[in-house]
């Protein structure tokens, strides 16, 4: 079964870094846009970055300037840089496509920013 396989959460104080990793095993991801997803606790799951076929990236206005999002089609996996990271990116990640294109969600990888 097609699945998403998020990693690379962990405890980190603010103004750290982290790089997630999320690698798809459904076939090629070449042709789809990729996208972050976060859900905070109580909050609904929100798009934080997403990249085209190419390396075009858009993100959303609370990580603009500290979240790069990458892709590497070779390896079917996407890859968020989170750096400047603050209490309130504590959330737990997860990669899809865009809509319509969602496919089940992964069990998405836990980012805690706490001193």
């Known amino acids: 079964q097609a699945q998403f396989v998020e990693s690379g959460g962990g405890l980190v104080q603010p103004g750290g870094s982290l790089r997630l990793s999320c690698t798809y095993s459904?076939?090629?991801?070449?042709?789809?846009?990729m996208g972050w997803y976060r859900q905070a606790p109580g909050e609904q799951r929100e798009l934080v970055a997403q990249i085209e076929l190419g390396t075009n990236a858009n993100y959303a206005d609370s990580v603009r300037g500290r979240f790069i999002i990458t892709r590497d089609n070779a390896k079917n996996t996407v890859y968020l840089q989170m750096d400047r990271l603050k209490p309130d990116d504590t959330a737990v990640y997860y990669c899809?496509?865009?809509?319509?294109?969602?496919?089940?969600w992964g069990q998405g990888t836990q980012v805690t920013v706490s001193s």
């Open positions: 459904g076939g090629s991801f070449r042709s789809y846009v």
């Open positions: 899809n496509f865009l809509d319509p294109l969602i496919r089940p």
